[in-house]
């Protein structure tokens, strides 16, 4: 009887966060991306809130924005009191927050080179988006100069 050791299998229990994370290392590089017919990385030129949480967040928070648990805690966006406060969401986007990776570029380069990086214009506008969806009702706006701001004076 022939012993064979199986080859060690990732396990990946959130799924979703995975595919988000493998899908934003591979955009760090279009042309693969391209061909891997994964994401188009035009569509990151995309400044409508709708879309970019659809490609950037959606992995982990769910389509409906109702949050995972499974390897790891994916807070749920949807009808999330701690939205109340703009700037702590633009905040969260900019430098990540724990097992949230950054999406400002200052934050994201300083993390060792992930991933992916949305603009000022572009974290305006899905704060903008998911605190008015999922059954957020926030009528304040964040606008990208504010954004700016919030960058520049983060540690
Ligand atoms: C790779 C997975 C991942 C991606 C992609 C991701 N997040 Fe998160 N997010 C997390 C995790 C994990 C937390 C919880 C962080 C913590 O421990 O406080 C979080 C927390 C947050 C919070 C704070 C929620 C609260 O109740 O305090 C906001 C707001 C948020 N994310 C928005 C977004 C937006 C908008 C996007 C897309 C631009 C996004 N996230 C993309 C994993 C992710």
Redo the contacts with the bound molecule.
């Keep these: 009887m022939s012993m064979r050791t199986r080859p060690a299998r990732v396990s990946c229990a959130a799924l979703a966060?995975c595919l988000?994370?493998t899908a934003?290392r591979l955009l760090g590089s279009p042309a693969l991306a391209h061909t891997a017919g994964i994401l188009d990385p035009m569509a990151f030129d995309t400044t409508d809130g709708r879309q970019?949480?659809a490609h950037?967040?959606r992995?982990?928070?769910m389509p409906d924005a109702g949050g995972a648990v499974g390897a790891?805690?994916?807070?749920?966006?949807a009808k999330?009191p701690?939205?109340a406060s703009r700037q702590?969401?633009a905040l969260?986007?900019l430098a990540g927050?724990?097992?949230?990776?950054a999406?400002g570029a200052r934050h994201a380069l300083g993390d060792g080179g992930p991933a992916m990086m949305?603009n000022e214009v572009q974290?305006a506008a899905?704060?903008n988006y998911?605190r008015s969806h999922f059954g957020n009702h926030y009528k304040d706006r964040i606008t990208a100069a504010e954004v700016h701001a919030l960058d520049s004076t983060s540690p």
């Design positions: 966060g988000a994370l934003a970019i949480y950037v967040c992995g982990c928070h790891g805690h994916y807070p749920a966006l999330n701690a939205l702590y969401m969260t986007i927050r724990r097992n949230m990776p999406f949305l974290i899905v704060t998911v």
